[in-house]
T-cell receptor, first 111, second 115 residues
Framework: GENVEQHPSTLSVQEGDSAVIKCTYS??????FPWYKQELGKGPQLIID?????GEKKDQRIAVTLNKTAKHFSLHITETQPEDSAVYFC??????????FGSGTQLTVLP | NAGVMQNPRHLVRRRGQEARLRCSPM?????VYWYRQLPEEGLKFMVY????????ESGMPKERFSAEFPKEGPSILRIQQVVRGDSAAYFC?????????????FGDGTRLSIL
């Protein structure tokens, strides 16, 4: 089945700096890659997703890139703010219809 | 514009009791998924249902766990004869279309504690 690895597990950045989180996946048939933000005591919130026919997608300060050949995808957050502090999860799905999640990245934005 | 609603938010059970977790999907969504999250871990898929049908239950333990999504009413995840290892956060998600490739939106979960 699909296996998704996520790095780093923790990330601290200064307010205003950029943050990058990387994920790799194992199933070459995977074609949908969402990113979720989870705050303490809440459910995961979809922040951006990308499909395999697209290499990059941007939404304001958030961007995701996908390299299908290397089977990895990344989340980029620019001009970070304290409210960006949360746990971020990548996920993948394809031949297995359910989402397979990475293990999460605890992002801390220091004021 | 209600999102995915889960209740209860917190549930405490003693070993051997039954736990029932409920999920109402977003309006217009007929696809429901259940995931389990252990502390400081990612979410693990359990089951995918469409109205009145279980589509994929490959992530659900064969014993004690069952799920349903009736024609009327919320989806129910039922855990019989709970054990300490069932303590976790259980999240429900819904989507308007079939996976893969359709966005899944999550509720805020049910935190299950087993005494």
């Amino acid at each position: 089945g699909e296996n998704v690895e996520q790095h780093p597990s923790t990330l601290s950045v200064q307010e205003g700096d950029s943050a990058v989180i990387k994920c790799t996946y194992s199933d070459s048939a995977s074609n949908y890659f969402p990113w979720y933000k989870q705050e303490l005591g809440k459910g995961p919130q979809l922040i951006i997703d990308i499909r395999s026919n697209v290499g990059e997608k941007k939404d304001q300060r958030i961007a995701v890139t996908l390299n299908k050949t290397a089977k990895h995808f990344s989340l980029h957050i620019t001009e970070t703010q304290p409210e960006d502090s949360a746990v971020y999860f990548c996920a993948a799905s394809g031949s297995a219809r359910q989402l397979t999640f990475g293990s999460g990245t605890q992002l801390t934005v220091l004021p | 514009n209600a999102g995915v609603m889960q209740n209860p938010r917190h549930l405490v059970r003693r070993r051997g009791q039954e736990a029932r977790l409920r999920c109402s999907p977003m309006k217009g969504h007929s696809h429901v998924y259940w995931y389990r999250q252990l502390p400081e871990e990612g979410l693990k898929f359990m089951v995918y249902l469409q109205k009145e049908n279980i589509i994929d239950e490959s992530g659900m333990p064969k014993e004690r766990f069952s799920a349903e999504f009736p024609k009327e009413g919320p989806s129910i995840l039922r855990i019989q004869q709970v054990v300490r290892g069932d303590s976790a956060a259980y999240f429900c998600a819904s989507s308007p279309g079939a996976p893969p490739g359709t966005a899944q939106h999550f509720g805020d979960g049910t935190r299950l504690s087993i005494l």
